[in-house]
């Protein structure tokens, strides 16, 4: 699956996209405002095991690679929350660094909300973002979400605690 975006791709991970993994996503930058369940520093191991585990269940959400000029620079991925939310999915998004303010990443995560929508039987995509992360807000509000609420001191990342923000975009407003 492709969906194209101006200068930019939304595709499944694949081999060869290690290098560029690496590349972007051994950054502390990066991996200062994601879960904890992506690693610092990001090694070429890393890198190996989510091309093979990226695309494993389709059927609860997906992961894409964004890629530009010929690299894969960043990802945007949902997946289905459980239980009382099982119509509900949490989506998150990077980009690397020399691609930041190029107006990709709003993009990229308004495509990727608008086929989770049109393909799964989600009404709900919520995106958790730590209270430093200023541009990732501006980012989520780029594409269409809105802020919901401040969860105070919700999140523990790099030694901190922090509030996280939740940012939210609903199938029917």
Known sequence: MRIEGPGFVLRPFAAGDEEDLVRYGNDR????????????????EDARAWVTV??????????????CEG????????????????????????????FWGRGIAPLALRLAAKHAFDSYDFVRLQAGILSWNA?????AEKAGFSFEARLRQAAF???EVCDLLMYVLLRDP
């Open 29 to 44: 930058a990066i991996w200062r405002n994601l879960t904890n369940a992506f690693p610092h520093p990001y090694t070429a």
């Open 54 to 67: 990226a695309n494993q269940e389709p059927e609860h959400g997906r992961t894409f690679a964004i890629v």
């Open 71 to 98: 690299h894969m620079i960043g990802s945007v991925g949902f997946g289905r929350r459980m239980d009382l939310q099982t119509r509900n999915a949490e989506i998150g998004y990077w980009i690397g660094q020399p």
């Open 135 to 139: 541009r990732s807000c501006r980012v």
């Open 157 to 159: 990342k790099d030694g």
